[in-house]
C-alpha cells in the first residue's frame, strides 16, 4: 500500500527557522534509511505558511487569502509518499523519525486511495459505475 | 482501521517484515551458514512473539530481535566449540575464548550492506532452480511467510514448505560460501539475482494462473527489492535497468485493466490513469543506468522502450522508429522469438502491417511460440487490420484456446465475435 506522512508545522517550522545541524544530519541519514529499503516514493519540505496562498470556494466566487495562517498544529511542514506492506509497517517507520531536540511533533499517515482496496465487494458493475463517475468528472473538470 | 488500539502481533509482523532480510544476514555472517542463521532469526521471532505482548514492544525492535538471535548462535557455537574441544583440543586458553565470543559478538554490529548482498547472491545462487530461487528469495530477503508465499503463487503451503527445505539443503550440500562473487563472476551472478527479481515482478504483474490479471503484492515485493539492489550496488547498469522497466510497466497498472477486469492494450489505455509518480520514477532510473556508462544489458534495453511509451502523451505521438530500432539492439543482446514477435509489433506501428506480418509468419514455425497465445493474437490483429476478418477470427479463436488467464480467454473471444471479412 501506498501511504502519505504528512509532518505536521511546528512553531519553529512557521517561523521559517532551519533545523539545527544534528537534526538535518539525522534526517539525511533517516531519508537514506528509506531509500535504501525500499520505501521511500517520494517527499518534500515545504516553506512556511507566509509564502502560502489559499484559494477559497464559495459558489461561483473564489477569494485569495495570503499566508502565514493562524491554526499552526493543522498547517504543513512537508510530506513523504511511501511504499509499505501495512499501516504497521508506516508506524513502525514513523517511530524511527529523528527527533534529537526532543521538541513536540506531530506526524500524520493516511493511506492511499487505490481501487484494490475495495477488494471482491467491489464488484464489476460497482467498478464500472466509479469508472464512469471519474470520467465525468475528470470530463468536467 | 484501529493501528492506535493495535494488536502486538500485527506489530510484530511490520517489524519482521522491515528487519527480518538484515536480521538474517547480519547472523548468516556470524555463524558461515543461511539455513542456520534463518532458523535462529526465526527462533528470535518467536521470542519476541512470546515476550512483547508482555513487555511491550522496545524502543528499538531490531536490535532486540539482533540480539537475541546473536546469544542463540554463540550459544550454539559455544556447544559446538565445546563438544569439539572434547573430542580434539583440550588445552585451549579460556580468556582467549571468551575474547572470541566477543569479537563474534561485535561481528555483527557492523553495517549490513555487505552482509544484505551475501544473502542475495546466496538466496539467487545459481545451484538453485529459478522457482526454488523465487520461493528462497520471498522468504529470506521479503520476510514473507511460507503461507504468504503459497496464497500469492496459488499453490499449497506445503509445497511451498518443501521447496524452501530442499533448496536450503541444496544450498549446504554445494557448501555455497557466504560471499559477492568477485569480479569476473559478479556479473553472471547478478544476472540470476535480476531473473529472480523479474520472475517475481512478472507473476505479479501478468498473473500466468487465476482469474486475477494483476497481483499488485508480487509486482510490490520486487519493486522494493529491486529498489533496495539500486542502493547496494549503484553501479551496475542493469540494476538501474530493472528498477526502470519495473517502475514504469508498474505505472501502467491502473490504466491495464477495464471495468469489468478485462485486460486494456498499452494502446488503447487511458494515459491519464497511469502512476505518473512511478512513470517519473522510472525515467529517473533509466537516467541512472546510462549514467553508469556501463555496458547497456536487456533489461535496460526494454526500460528504454517503455520509456518511449511512457513520454508520448498520447499513443500517436510514439516514437516508434526508436522502439524498432531498441528492438533490434534487443534482438542482438538477446535472440528470442518472444522479442521478434514484439519487435513485429513496433515494425507494425512504424512500416505497417504487411512488413509485420512477414515477420510474424516466420514465427510460426518457431516451436519455442508453440502454444504461446500472444502469436495467434498478434498475428490475427494484423489480418484484421489488412481486412482478412475470416483468418482473423481463427486466430482469435486459437489464442482464447491458449491463454489460462479466464479474463483474457473472454476478451479475445469478444474480439474473434467482432470480426468482419472486408473482401
Known amino acids: ?141 | 482501521m484501529s493501528v492506535a488500539g493495535r494488536d502486538v502481533t500485527r506489530t510484530i509482523e511490520a517489524v519482521w517484515r522491515i528487519e527480518s532480510a538484515r536480521l538474517i544476514a547480519g547472523i548468516a555472517r556470524l555463524v558461515r551458514d543461511v539455513p542456520l542463521a534463518e532458523d535462529l532469526a526465526q527462533e528470535a521471532l518467536v521470542a519476541a512473539l512470546e515476550q512483547w505482548p508482555e513487555s511491550g514492544v522496545p524502543d528499538n525492535p531490531g536490535a532486540w530481535l539482533m540480539a537475541t538471535a546473536k546469544h542463540r548462535a554463540i550459544d550454539r557455537l559455544r556447544r559446538a566449540e565445546v563438544h569439539q574441544r572434547k573430542t580434539e583440543e583440550l588445552g585451549r586458553d579460556a580468556e582467549l575464548r571468551s575474547r572470541e565470543d566477543d569479537d563474534l559478538a561485535a561481528a555483527a554490529d557492523d553495517p549490513f550492506d555487505d552482509d544484505l548482498l551475501r544473502l542475495i547472491f546466496t538466496a539467487c545462487h545459481p545451484v538453485l532452480s529459478p522457482e526454488a530461487r523465487v520461493a528462497l528469495t520471498l522468504r529470506l530477503l521479503c520476510g514473507l511467510t511460507t503461507r504468504e508465499i503459497a496464497r500469492a503463487y496459488l499453490t499449497s503451503e506445503s509445497t511451498v514448505a518443501q521447496r524452501i527445505v530442499r533448496a536450503k539443503r541444496t544450498l549446504s550440500a554445494a557448501h555455497v560460501p557466504f560471499a559477492i562473487p568477485g569480479r569476473d563472476e559478479l556479473r553472471e551472478r547478478l544476472a540470476s539475482v535480476l531473473e529472480v527479481v523479474y520472475l517475481i515482478f512478472n507473476e505479479g504483474y501478468s498473473a500466468t494462473a487465476g482469474d486475477r490479471l494483476i497481483r499488485p503484492e508480487l509486482m510490490q515485493e520486487a519493486l522494493r527489492l529491486g529498489r533496495i539492489l539500486a542502493e547496494l550496488l549503484p553501479r551496475e547498469t542493469e540494476v538501474h535497468g530493472i528498477v526502470a522497466l519495473m517502475e514504469l510497466q508498474a505505472a501502467r497498472t491502473r490504466a491495464r485493466t477495464g471495468p469489468t477486469g478485462e485486460p486494456v492494450l498499452l494502446l488503447d489505455q487511458d494515459r491519464s490513469r497511469w502512476d505518473w509518480l512511478l512513470v517519473g520514477r522510472g525515467l529517473r532510473a533509466l537516467q541512472r543506468a546510462y549514467a553508469t556508462r556501463g555496458p547497456i544489458g536487456p533489461y535496460t534495453l526494454q526500460a528504454s522502450i517503455a520509456a518511449c511509451h511512457a513520454r508520448a502523451r498520447r499513443p500517436q505521438d510514439t516514437d516508434w522508429e526508436r522502439i524498432v530500432a531498441l528492438y533490434d539492439g534487443l534482438a542482438q543482446l538477446m535472440p528470442s522469438p518472444v522479442v521478434e514477435l514484439n519487435r513485429a509489433v513496433a515494425v507494425w506501428m512504424a512500416c505497417g502491417p504487411r512488413a509485420a506480418l512477414e515477420i510474424v509468419d516466420r514465427l510460426r514455425e518457431e516451436p519455442a511460440l508453440d502454444g504461446y497465445h500472444l502469436l495467434p493474437s498478434v498475428r490475427g490483429e494484423l489480418l484484421e487490420n489488412l481486412g482478412r476478418g475470416d483468418e482473423a477470427r481463427a486466430e482469435f479463436e486459437r489464442a482464447a484456446l491458449l491463454t489460462a488467464n479466464s479474463r483474457q480467454r473472454a476478451a479475445l473471444l469478444e474480439r474473434a465475435a467482432a470480426c468482419v471479412s472486408l473482401r
Open chain 1, 1 to 141: 500500500m501506498r501511504v502519505m506522512v504528512l509532518i505536521k508545522a511546528t512553531e519553529q517550522s512557521e517561523a521559517g527557522e532551519m533545523p539545527s545541524q544534528e537534526l538535518l544530519e539525522q534526517m539525511t541519514a533517516f531519508n537514506e534509511e528509506l531509500v535504501r529499503a525500499g520505501v521511500m516514493l517520494a517527499g518534500e519540505g515545504l516553506h512556511p505558511s507566509s509564502e502560502g496562498v489559499r484559494v477559497e470556494f464559495s459558489g461561483s466566487e473564489r477569494k485569495l487569502i495570503d499566508g502565514p495562517f493562524a491554526e499552526t498544529k493543522e498547517l504543513l511542514a512537508g510530506y513523504w509518499v511511501w511504499q509499505v506492506r501495512s499501516m504497521e509497517e508506516a508506524v513502525e517507520w514513523v517511530r524511527r523519525i529523528p527527533n534529537p531536540t526532543g521538541e513536540h511533533g506531530m506526524v500524520e499517515i493516511r493511506p492511499v486511495f487505490e481501487a484494490d482496496d475495495f477488494g471482491e465487494e467491489f464488484t464489476p458493475e460497482l467498478r464500472e459505475r466509479e469508472e464512469r463517475l471519474r470520467a465525468q468528472t475528470e470530463a468536467g473538470a
